[in-house]
């Protein structure tokens, strides 16, 4: 996931600019100073406040060059409007959020408002195209056959994100499928650019297995299987990167 934003930023900014990075729903902190260390300044914003105080813990132990580099904003990703004006950033993170918002378009609409022209806006969602492969790959077969028919809603007990904490998903997250999520970027001016899969063959490991000792081995794997057709079409999440018109 870090390597396929990373692709995606050099691949639009000169070598050696430093960005304006909105990290809506940051959760601990990952990412936010992950790029930050890399020169960027970023601004983070997440509603949880258990998150929030762990980020700002991390920050803290993080040397001044970095901590000045850093802003957290207590608060809820729809509000970018509140906080922020147009065209404020170069990039624009929203991963693993949408699964937990009911109507999403407001929202992603709300992030392409903050992006200059000619900025990133990624987002990682759950995969509504490919519900019934984790049940199916455990030999749940009635969750399976449940998820063919599902439009948005189906359990899915643990996901990564960046790294960080495994993200905790109950009974009711969405999905969202490909092709609605690509229409929604056409209609806010942040058409696709550039997607891929995330957790394709590892998405029913379980929470506690131990790593392996070829881990790069398998890194390189789900790198491969994540930009890859047909594999990365069944992949437990999306990265999605719009560019701003």
Not at 79 to 102: A, I, K, Q, R
Request: hydrophobic content about 45%.
């Amino acid at each position: 996931m870090a390597r396929q934003l990373d692709e995606q930023i050099a691949g639009r900014f000169p070598v050696g600019q430093r960005l304006r990075v909105l990290d809506v729903g940051m959760g601990q902190g990952t990412q936010a100073l992950r790029l930050a260390r890399l020169g960027h300044h970023v601004t983070g914003v997440e509603q949880d406040a258990t998150m929030i105080a762990a980020a700002r813990d991390a920050v803290a132990r993080e040397p001044e060059g970095i901590r000045e580099r850093v802003r957290l904003v207590q608060g809820d990703g729809r509000d970018t409007g509140v906080h922020f004006l147009p065209g404020s950033f170069d990039v624009v993170l929203c991963h693993g959020v949408l699964m937990y918002v009911e109507e999403p378009d407001p929202l992603v609409a709300g992030l392409a408002r903050v992006l200059a022209p000619g900025g990133l806006l990624s987002l990682l969602v759950r995969n509504g195209d490919a519900l019934a492969m984790r049940p199916g790959l455990s030999g749940d077969w009635s969750g399976a056959l449940a998820a063919f028919d599902a439009t948005s809603h189906l359990p899915h007990p643990r996901t990564d994100s960046d790294g960080g904490t495994p993200l905790r998903l109950g009974p009711d997250v969405r999905a969202d499928r490909l092709a609605a999520l690509t229409a929604t970027l056409d209609g806010i001016a942040a058409p696709l650019h550039a997607w891929y899969g995330v957790r394709v063959f590892t998405d029913t490991a379980a929470d506690d297995a131990a790593l392996p000792d070829d881990l790069e081995t398998l890194l390189a794997v789900e790198e491969r299987a994540g930009r890859t057709d047909p594999y990365r079409g069944v992949a437990a999440l999306l990265h999605l990167c719009g560019v701003r018109g």
